[in-house]
């Protein structure tokens, strides 16, 4: 059964910095696309960021360049999200989610972090 679990949400204020988790079990972790997703309060899912399965090639919203970095750990399974000076309008709840190499859809999905960015 494929798992992924998000960690490392919590509240920051305006400009700080948090980094998130993504555990991934179940699956052969080094064969899917990793990325980020976030929902907002009355908003719809937005992507935010998406890194290849070697690591190699990230590709960020446009909203987050230069502030959020992706990253993984395939000996770890493990995806992170570190995220710099933090704005108001980050406050969501932050997703993993896993694509296999050979598809354009998201099969898998972790439960979600909650990132609260105080002004």
């Known amino acids: 059964q494929v798992q992924l679990v998000e960690s490392g949400g919590g509240l920051v204020q305006a400009g700080g910095s948090l980094r998130l988790s993504c555990a991934a079990s179940?699956?052969?972790?080094?064969?899917?696309?990793m990325a980020w997703f976030r929902q907002a309060p009355g908003k719809e899912r937005e992507f935010v960021a998406r890194?290849?399965?070697?690591?190699?090639?990230?590709y960020y919203a446009d909203s987050v360049k230069g502030r959020f970095t992706i990253s993984r750990d395939n000996a770890k399974n493990t995806m992170y999200l570190q995220m710099n000076s933090l704005k108001p309008e980050d406050t969501a709840v932050y997703y993993c989610?896993?694509?296999?190499?050979?598809?354009?859809?998201?099969?898998?999905w972790g439960q979600g972090t909650q990132v609260t960015v105080s002004s």
């Open positions: 989610a896993a694509r296999p190499l050979s598809t354009s859809r998201y099969d898998y």
């Open positions: 890194i290849s399965w070697s690591g190699g090639i990230t």
């Open positions: 179940g699956l052969t972790f080094s064969s899917y696309i």
